[in-house]
């Protein structure tokens, strides 16, 4: 069994701390949930999430929560759903925003030919890797770290 206690992360924010502060980790689970806190001012620019519904839930601070165009405040103990295919984008408050999401597991690496076949130089795996969490990206076209929204790197060819 895997779990934290909200109140012990929340308690005392180190200055300055962000990105994912706790994560379901189990291989073989179904679900994928974590605790991700925002700087004061820190945003993340509007996106699409095409592959899961995603359940938000204030945890402390505040902050904005745009989603489809429609902008939303955010306050401790809110509960949000976010569709999947919905252009959604968060900025952090002035005292920094910690959120609790939680979303069906993506697809995993699947063995086979992507589709449309890309002709040129293979991509290189390297910028997967979130600079800010530093969480391996698994999606082929992620733009965005799963766990703490900020923006991948630009894909580059290999060699």
Not at 92 to 116: C, E, F, N, Q, V
Request: proline share 6%; charged share 25%; glycine share 14%.
């Amino acid at each position: 069994m895997e779990g934290v206690t909200l109140t012990s992360l929340v308690r005392e924010p180190v200055e300055g701390q962000s990105g994912a502060l706790w994560r379901l980790r189990r291989r073989t689970r179904q679900l994928d949930a974590n605790v991700v806190r925002f700087p004061a001012g820190h945003a993340v620019a509007a996106h699409t999430e095409t592959e899961v519904d995603v359940l938000v839930v204030v945890v402390a601070g505040g902050g904005t929560l745009t989603v489809g165009g429609t902008a939303r405040e955010l306050r401790p103990g809110m509960v949000v759903l976010v569709p999947r295919g919905k252009a959604r984008g968060i900025g952090a408050g002035p005292d920094g925003l910690t959120l609790l999401t939680a979303h069906r597991r993506r697809t995993g690496l699947r063995i086979g030919r992507r589709s449309p076949a890309r002709s040129g130089p293979p991509e290189c795996a390297v910028h997967l890797v979130c600079g800010s969490c530093h969480r391996h990206a698994i999606e082929v076209d992620a733009r965005y770290c799963s766990a703490c929204g900020t923006p991948l790197p630009e894909r580059r060819a290999a060699g």
